[in-house]
């Protein structure tokens, strides 16, 4: 049994830390076409290919941040996409960081404790993080709103992370209890 938790902490070390890669490219090729769309929108077929017709526009979408942005003469409205991209950049890189802290706190862990300062400290940013997200998003589609206008692009945000941020911020609350009480059990040993 204890080689298959082994097992399964290994893998996860190694998912975590592939999925934060993964948000970090995603975030760097969002900023590029973010760029590209600021300098040189026909330099954007490099970065982006669009499903986009004129009848039901392009949907831009990443973690719950959507723009559904409108399509003429078969280009995709670079205001919105601009706007998406800034957004989109700041979200993929809050979750490269919460899955860098998942990949450190399971690196950290092993064969020891996970009731530790820095698990604690991690675990915190990973719900400040996880916040973030969704705030970012609505940030970002009231400047959409105000720039491209309400009737030009369909704007929607999830708010499942705030949740999700809400939860780990009273689960660091027990890391940081189980801190103290192991503290406490080493005091009288």
Known sequence: MKNFSKFIANMAKIITKIVEVFQWVGAGLMLAATVCALVNPDWIGYFIGFDACESC????SVYGFEI???VTNGQVDMTALFLFGIGATLILGLMAMIFRNLHLIIKKS???TPFQHDNVRMFREIG???I???VVGFVMSVIARIVIG???AEIYN??????IGIVVLCITQFFAQGIELEKDVDGLL
């Open 132 to 134: 973030a997200v969704p």
């Open 128 to 130: 400040i993080f996880s």
């Open 150 to 152: 309400v009737e030009n």
């Open 110 to 112: 092993e064969g020891t």
């Open 68 to 70: 559904q942005a409108a």
């Open 158 to 163: 999830g708010f499942e992370g705030f949740v």
């Open 57 to 60: 526009g392009a949907k831009l």
